[in-house]
């Protein structure tokens, strides 16, 4: 199974940047999700979909911001993020699963994250 990032980048406060996740080796009925992790923080939840789209699911932080979105028939989740600040400056990764006691607990792949910088 492999889940790889893409479109991160460095971008000014108040632009905007769309991730990516690629998925092989699954069948993609599953939920997906985003988190990312800022130098010296814990990995945070940012972002689900289930797997039908019907539903989503963001933090507090990013929502009106952020939107996830996913094409099932190419195994792909998109994360559009819009009016971007500092501290939204992380390592994004996606994860693919299921809600369990949390959204980072029920993950069961992970890819290996893409930089997002945002300067002020």
Known sequence: VHLV????????????LRLSCAVSGLT??????WFRQAPGKK???V????????????SDS???RFTISRDN???TAYLQMNSLK?????????GAGNYSS????GMDYWGEGTQVTVSS
């Open 5 to 16: 990032e893409s479109g991160g980048g460095s971008v000014q406060a108040g632009g905007s």
């Open 47 to 58: 972002a689900a979909i289930w797997w039908s789209g019907d539903s989503s699911y963001y």
């Open 62 to 64: 990013v929502k009106g």
């Open 43 to 45: 990995r945070e939840f």
């Open 73 to 75: 028939a190419k195994n």
């Open 28 to 33: 993609f009925d599953t939920s997906m999700a």
């Open 86 to 94: 500092p501290e939204d400056t992380a390592v994004y990764y996606c």
């Open 102 to 105: 949390s959204w980072y607990d």
